[in-house]
């Protein structure tokens, strides 16, 4: 597509619940990245794919997060047993091929947990 | 790992010029981006500095002295439109991801 979507734009859920984000990125773009940002905090790392390489998981906060991407394509990002504190804006951005061709954003998933 | 740090908030007058600046403490250090975020929107790229000096497009330029560790965000002419936050983050060598500081949310008065 024209730009990197993210579905849903808005989410609340329960505490305790699981939540999943999806992401799609522009057509072409090999690197895929997941940053949550929180208020009054700096956009922070969770997880980045490169083509068909085994993913970069050292940002994920907890074991509650993970990651996929099927197909080097569309991916899914998912927290379980939600907290409080993982409400934010999760934003997904993609890249030709690494950092220096810079990020395309997406408006990202504003996740509230209740 | 990287720190960066910006000031929270600034307000300058439409018509104006304003400087965002942006200071970081980082080993292997790349190189430095400056992104553009509006209330509710996705960031969105407006520079990317590696080396030192000041690289201009339009009304925006930025500015990068590897030796000091700092970087700024010149704003010419500034129009309402230009209120929004601007994000500062650091490349570093080996990393896979940008660290970025908490923004600098820009206020343009009449």
Known sequence: GAGVSQSPSNKVTEKGKDVELRCDPISGHTALYWYRQSLGQGL??????????????????????????????????????????????????????GLRYGYTFGSGTRLTVV | GQNIDQPTEMTATEGAIVQINCTYQTSGFNGLFWYQQHAGEAPTFLSYNVLDGLEEKGRFSSFLSRSKGYSYLLLKELQMKDSASYLCAGDQTGANNLFFGTGTRLTVIP
């Not at chain 1, 794919?49 to 993970?66: E, I, V, Y």
């Not at chain 1, 991407?69 to 990002?77: A, C, E, K, N, P």
């Open chain 1, 44 to 97: 922070e790392f969770l997880i980045y794919f490169q083509g068909n390489s085994a993913p970069d998981k050292s940002g994920l906060p907890s074991d509650r997060f993970s990651a996929e991407r099927t197909g080097g394509s569309v991916s899914t990002l998912t927290i379980q047993r939600t907290q409080q504190e993982d409400s934010a804006v999760y934003l997904c951005a993609s890249s030709l091929g």
